[in-house]
């Protein structure tokens, strides 16, 4: 149980473009999921929290014009990269917080999405 | 908000030998620890947690440890194998009422590498 699908895993794009990831829980309610960016060889770093029914909180520095979050269910939440560019290639990770069952409270993650930006 | 600090960036040992990874954080407010490994291009997978009513905590060859006076956790591997070769991150999550209350912050991760 308790698992998180991410789609698309990879995705191309041409510069301009806008590209949209989605972020499911299939067996479990999810009211907050959080978005993270990794780049090659470094950490994990948390964008936003993503909570069902409001609006996103953006972590310092994010552009939240630039990665539009919308958590419309407590299944479902994406995340809108709108007008790609180059430095927006990254490994984008979702993550959703169980809030009831076995191992609530544990953070499960997605399976990730690379995306290129030619 | 909360900074989590990690040690040492790469790690290389022989197989058998144990491995230790440490790292502090900066709010007193947090009190959840996971540990997560990361292999190339995958999710990151929970291999221990600990939470901070918690001196220490151990599944078969993996151990996890906290001071909460000194802000600090560490995690051990035990008569390491090849396979435990991947990124190790520590994260820290902030209690309720917190700056960073629910938030998983990650550490800068840790490359280990286990020789055969």
């Known amino acids: 149980g308790a698992v998180v699908s991410q789609h698309p895993s990879r995705v191309i794009c041409k510069s301009g473009t806008s590209v949209k990831i989605e972020c499911r829980s299939l067996?479990?309610?999810?009211?907050?999921m959080f978005w993270y960016r990794q780049f090659p060889k470094k950490s994990l770093m948390l964008m936003a929290t993503?909570?069902?029914?409001?609006?996103?909180?953006?972590e310092q520095g994010v552009e939240k014009d630039k990665f539009l979050i919308n958590h419309a269910s407590l299944t479902l939440s994406t995340l809108t990269v709108t007008s790609a560019h180059p430095e927006d290639s990254s490994f984008y990770i979702c993550?959703?917080?169980?809030?009831?069952?076995?191992?609530?409270?544990?953070?499960?993650f997605g399976e990730g999405s690379r995306l290129t930006v030619l | 908000g909360e900074n989590v600090e990690q040690h040492p960036s790469t790690l290389s040992v022989q197989e058998g030998d144990s491995a230790v990874i440490k790292c502090t954080y900066s709010?007193?407010?947090?009190?959840?620890f996971p540990w997560y490994k990361q292999e190339l291009g995958k999710r990151p997978q929970l291999i221990i947690d600990?939470?901070?009513?918690?001196g220490e905590k151990k599944d078969q060859r993996i151990a996890v440890t906290l001071n909460k006076t000194a802000k600090h956790f560490s995690l051990h591997i035990t008569e390491t194998q090849p396979e435990d070769s991947a990124v190790y991150f520590c994260?820290?999550?902030?209690?309720?009422?917190?700056?960073?209350?629910?938030?998983?912050?990650f550490g800068q991760g840790t490359t280990l590498q286990v020789k055969p």
């Open positions: 993503s909570n069902e029914g409001s609006k996103a909180t953006y």
């Open positions: 067996d479990f309610q999810a009211t907050t």
């Open positions: 994260a820290a999550v902030g209690s309720y009422g917190s700056s960073n209350t629910g938030k998983l912050i």
């Open positions: 709010d007193s407010a947090s009190n959840y």
């Open positions: 993550s959703a917080r169980r809030v009831a069952g076995i191992r609530t409270g544990e953070l499960f």
């Open positions: 600990i939470r901070s009513n918690v």
